[in-house]
């Protein structure tokens, strides 16, 4: 019999993921690939205007042409939906949120925003048809920028007051932070803007909706990260029991956030379906998604910070203006307010304030993206202590090393409400400037500028914390927020001892079939290749809370560890009965219940689950088979976090800026599969450096989108990319018994300060001390010319 100490360990261990053959074979099938005969082509008609009001509609010509089935108008579809689209956190009693319905009726409140449906045969069909479709509007003064609307003096929604959808505050004692920065020795102030980003998932947004013959049931199929949220939301709004429908969410090619949400295109394919009872589908166009798809970030930033002569910060006070943009969708008022008790960083702060303004603007809505809150936070605050640093004349990394929580203080009771599960902030920055070589950086750094090099060096350094695993539920009850932060899964042992897991997560790049087939197989001894993972189906996985905010493991895979603990458990009740011993003389150990001290007293799990499916020599009153679920509801958050640092040369004559090296190091707990969490975080850092050097979403002063197309829109690839050097250090979170906090934000979080911080670095002898985000070689260029002009 195998010893214990000599079983082979599965997590941890690097191991290919078992989704990748069939996603690079081109076997898996995505939405738009499914073949639904029958399926009739949604077209949208989008307004061309952000503000406008709504003259006239003539759908008669589109009506009449080849292969058009029908169209319909807004006030054509009002009987459809049992209220407004959704938006799941209201994250306060007196939040403005105008009604949101797929079709706009009397007016147009962003570019993009649908007016008219027309549903044909094919999809030229229903293109050509569109095109056909005459909508006079009458044009209205749009509310674009932030600080504008603010101030009221142009309205976003003609029925509104004002541009203010909330307010919100976390101000835990104000006394305290007024009498940081009376009695401060030096305060800095900066303002910082986050450019709004354009989601590009690989995959476009697709959906079907495929009703029944008989009619009244509806499997949907969509390209979503939320099957269960997505099918409770669809019932609540059409006015369908959720008995009724079937929410699937196939291969999906990514979503960053995007997918995150109900979207009008899927209730608008229920609705048709529905009414003309055959399947509805829809793809978007890549220019159509820039528009109609949401959009992330959208922020203006003020942060102070108060600190001693020594560079201990007492106080950070933060007030935000967050774009709502037109509307609100699912969770868009909650996306600022997930950073808003992180704006004082890995930092041992004594006073924290901060406000949030939520302002509507004639822009594309807003809503999660990859972070969401949490890198806007630590942009924040990572630039801010920059700013600290140069004010007291002090190295970034020094200004840091003054002002981490202490290890020792962990758990550690954050001034904003929050209890840092674990972490070694001090034991992480030195691995990530030791990796780097920092002094002799800091050493070419001096010599070039000696030199006149006009390929000048800069060094960003950047601390993150994030918080992960959203929970408990009650918690998010707290703030409002309008679903549980649990997760569900059933662990079942098939007759043949093979085993099926069931998730409620639902992955869309992440790996889950993979890491979650390596949790059980750990667990009971077994080979990976015998579990099957299923998820993304609510027939086959009724409960569920998705995938989004790196939850996915601390939650979900926590659920599956724990069903298969308790699988264990009901296997050793058998064995203990049919091998006549108490349960507390059972050992589990590869794969048998073997008695303690005696390990040729053996059962194999195999002949368990054989027996417990036949049911012929079971203990009285225990139920045949070998299956557990749970749903898992965390106590608490779980707490990456990390050292990013990078590397930039700045061409002086030019103002490029190209990113030479990057280092990182994370700290994101027990790893399940190394080469999961390398991925996630080379996606993270690159999606995060696409901020700082790239993307950004560009409106001229009447509210078109100018850059709608890949062509007119940056998205880095691997040529602008170094090779990431990754490191980890590990701290393992208490509060699951994986000791797993969460990466799939990670990357993301901790690069876009360090690079603009390496980019001012680079430029700081010239009396640079910001760049705003993308740092692009004009905006770089113009900085430098102001410089030497002074």
Same mark, same amino acid.
């Given at each position: $019999? ?10 941890? /261990? ?92 009397? %007016?147009?409140? %962003? ?37 504008? +609307? ?33 009695? @401060? ?14 989601? @590009?998932?690989? !995959? ?7 009703? #029944?013959? $008989?009619?009244?049931? %509806? ?14 939301? *669809? ?8 008995? /009724? ?73 933060? /007030? ?22 992180? %704006? ?49 004349? *002090? ?61 000048? *060096? ?64 750990? /667990? ?20 569920? $809370? ?51 001290? #005696? ?23 225990? !139920? ?67 901020? @700082? ?24 690839? +691997? ?72």
């Amino acid at each position: $019999m195998t010893d214990p100490a000599q079983q082979e360990q599965i997590i941890g /261990k690097r191991r290919i993921r078992r989704e990748d053959p069939k996603l690079l074979s081109g076997e898996n099938r995505f939405a738009d690939d499914l073949v639904v005969p029958g399926a009739l082509h949604l077209v949208v008609v989008r307004s061309p205007h952000a503000h406008a009001r709504i003259q006239r509609i003539d759908v008669n010509a589109a009506k009449s042409m080849p292969g058009v089935v029908g169209v319909f108008t807004g006030k054509d579809l009002e009987s459809e939906w049992a209220g407004p689209m959704p938006c799941a956190w209201p994250v306060t009693a007196e939040m403005k949120n105008p009604a949101h319905y797929p079709l706009a009726v009397e %007016y147009v409140h %962003y570019a993009g925003e649908g007016v008219v449906a027309v549903v044909a045969r094919s999809q030229v069909e229903a293109v050509d048809a569109a095109g056909a479709v005459i909508v006079d509007y009458e044009e209205l003064p749009p509310v674009l920028e932030l600080e504008e +609307a603010v101030n009221d003096t142009t309205l976003a929604h003609e029925e509104l007051e004002s541009n203010t959808s909330f307010v919100w505050a976390l101000e835990p004692n104000p006394d305290a932070v007024d009498a940081a920065f009376r009695d @401060a020795a030096v305060t800095v102030s900066e303002r910082f803007v986050q450019q709004r980003l354009i989601p @590009a998932a690989m !995959e476009p947004r697709a959906m079907v909706v495929v009703p #029944s013959p $008989m009619g009244g049931d %509806y499997t949907v199929y969509s390209s979503t990260q939320i099957p269960h949220v997505l099918r409770v939301m *669809l019932a609540l709004t059409a006015g369908i029991s959720e008995t /009724k429908l079937r929410v699937i969410a196939p291969s999906v090619g990514g979503g960053f956030g995007s997918k995150l949400d109900v979207y009008a295109e899927e209730l608008l394919c229920l609705a048709l379906a529905r009414r003309m009872r055959q399947p509805v589908r829809f793809t978007e166009e890549r220019g159509e998604g820039t528009m109609a798809t949401i959009h992330g970030r959208g922020q203006v930033q003020h942060i102070e910070l108060a600190a001693n002569a020594d560079g201990k910060v007492t106080a950070v006070r933060v /007030k935000l203006l967050a774009d709502m943009g037109a509307y609100l969708q699912l969770v868009t008022p909650g996306v600022p307010l997930l950073g808003a008790f992180l %704006y004082h960083g890995v930092y041992d702060v004594g006073a924290y304030s901060f406000t949030c303004t939520g302002l509507f603007t004639n822009k594309t809505p807003t809503d999660a993206y990859r972070g969401a809150g949490r890198p806007e936070a630590t942009y924040a605050i990572e630039r801010a202590m920059d700013s600290l640093a140069r004010r007291l004349e *002090l190295d970034p990394a020094e200004i840091r090393r003054r002002n981490f929580i202490a290890a020792e203080k962990f758990p550690y009771q954050s001034v904003a409400g929050l209890v840092f599960d674990s972490g070694s902030y001090h034991a992480n920055l030195e691995k990530a400037l030791d990796n780097a070589g920092y002094l002799d950086l800091r050493r070419e750094q001096e010599q070039r500028r000696a030199a006149g090099n006009p390929r000048r *060096l800069g060094i960003g350094v950047s601390c993150y914390v994030e918080m992960c695993g959203l929970a408990p539920s009650r918690v998010l009850a707290s703030l409002n927020y309008g679903a549980g932060g649990w997760e569900a899964a059933t662990v079942r042992i098939l007759p043949t001892s093979k085993v099926q897991v069931v998730t409620g997560t639902a992955p869309h790049g992440q790996g889950h079939e993979t890491s979650w087939s390596m949790i059980v197989a750990d /667990k009971l001894g077994i080979s990976p290749d015998d579990v099957e993972v299923l998820h993304s189906d609510t027939a086959i996985a009724p409960y569920g $809370m998705d995938t989004y905010g790196s939850r996915s493991l601390s939650v979900g895979g926590t659920a599956v560890y724990l069903a298969t603990e308790r699988v264990i458990e009901k296997a050793m009740k058998i064995a203990a009965h049919q091998m006549e011993v108490a349960e507390e003389d059972l050992e589990y150990v590869g794969a048998s219940f073997r008695v303690k001290g #005696s390990p040729e007293q053996q059962l194999p799990l195999a002949a368990i689950a054989f027996e417990a499916f036949t049911a012929h020599n079971l203990p009285d009153g225990l !139920e045949p088979n070998l299956e557990a679920s749970i749903s898992w509801d965390p106590p608490n958050f779980t707490f990456p976090n990390g050292t990013h640092i990078a590397v930039v040369e700045v061409d002086e004559e030019t103002g490029h800026v190209q990113l030479v090296r990057y280092i990182a190091v994370d700290d994101c707990g027990n790893q399940i599969n190394p080469l999961i969490v390398e991925g996630q975080v080379h996606g993270g850092i690159t999606q995060g450096v696409a901020q @700082a050097l790239y993307e950004e979403a560009l409106y001229d002063s009447s509210g078109q989108l100018l850059n709608a197309s890949l062509a007119d829109y940056l998205v880095p690839s +691997a040529c602008e990319m170094p090779s990431f050097e990754l490191d980890s250090t590990v701290t393992p979170s208490p509060t699951n018994p994986l000791g797993v906090k969460g990466v799939g934000e990670a990357g993301t979080i901790g690069s876009a300060p360090a690079v603009i911080n390496a980019v001012v670095d680079a430029l700081s002898d010239l009396g640079v001390t910001d760049c705003p985000m993308p740092a692009t070689p004009e905006r770089v260029y113009q900085l430098i010319k102001q410089a030497s002009s002074k």
